[in-house]
């Protein structure tokens, strides 16, 4: 099992095993072309899985609303969330390897509060770590329940912060031993020597700063704070330019189109700072996204939630050794509190505007920043949080291998 010491997974004895002897591994989750970070995250570790043993076998069962073709070859086997029944066959595939990863968010699968993964965990028969990507404090009796049984059914279970992990201790009927922490992993956008990012205009002009924030986009994102923000920046020469860099949830299309979208552009229009707002609005790669969180002076994650308990966009972030601004949501404060990024309070655009100015123009603060979250980065890239799982399960296997002997 995973051993925390002071809030970081410490190393694992089965981590030499588990890098020496090739295994198979089953994935249940979302995964790309889904453009969702659950999906993001499983072809993340599946990689790595592969990558750290070029004999290991992966197979992705993807849950997906309608019939698709495969994505790729390790795609063996679509769950269907729209059509009951086929629950039954994606066990029966997911039997075939030597464990199971299975990502659990409520919004995923089929059935009231995603309940039809149930359906798949209690035929599985082979070592089961379950991923939660959601733990929540209030939940409604049917979500307990959902929970409170997929935990049951997990042989391991992996939070990804230490809020998220007393959460599920103090709310939850759970097994404290079967309860591991691994942190969100990320890719390694890291420059070169800690180059400062390249001048993208004109070399007559001088480099305007970017200030970035990316992902799915929708209301409770807190974009509009950062908005009202920049009115106080303009004094600034030369002046920011605020990077928004994701298209708009599928939900929130469904629900409302890009009337969020609209609603931003126009309020900057009002604040007379339209110039400073630009959208990205493409689903990028993850190197594509990667070249641009490279290039930018600052992060801001102005959130709305003071309940989100994990975030992959802030792991990317300090993996990234950037300067990170966020507002007080659990993950942010567990992971900056210590100074390694600013804490500014849920929907203030005046200290959202100082904690800016401050990155931007007080001697050394960056660089300062940038050397904190550039010390925790190496525990967060994908290969040290992929050889933790990868231990994880290791040390299930051997446990069934030697109840089977």
Partial sequence: MVVVVAG????????????????????????????CGLATFTAALAGEFRAAAPATRVGVVRVVDRPQRSAGPEVVHHLLTSSPGGEAEAAAILNGFDAVVVQHEYGIYGGPDGDQVLSVLERLKVPVIVVLHTVLVDPTLHQRDVLERVLAAADAVVTMTPTARRRLLQGYVVDPARVALIPHGAPDNRRADGARPAHSGPASLPRRPTILTWGLLGPGKGIEWVVDALGALTDLDPEPRYLVVGETHPRVVEREGEAYRHELLERAKRNSVGHLLEFDDRYLSVAALGRIVSEADVVILPYDSREQVTSGVLVEALASAKPVIATGFPHAVELLGGGTGLLVPHGDAAAMATALRRVLTEPGLADRLSAKAAAVAPQLLWPAVAAQYRALAEDLMQGTDAAVA
């Fill in 8 to 35: 970081v997974p410490a190393a694992l004895p089965n981590q030499e095993a588990a890098a020496q002897m090739p295994r198979n591994y089953g994935f249940l989750s979302t995964y790309p072309p889904t453009e």
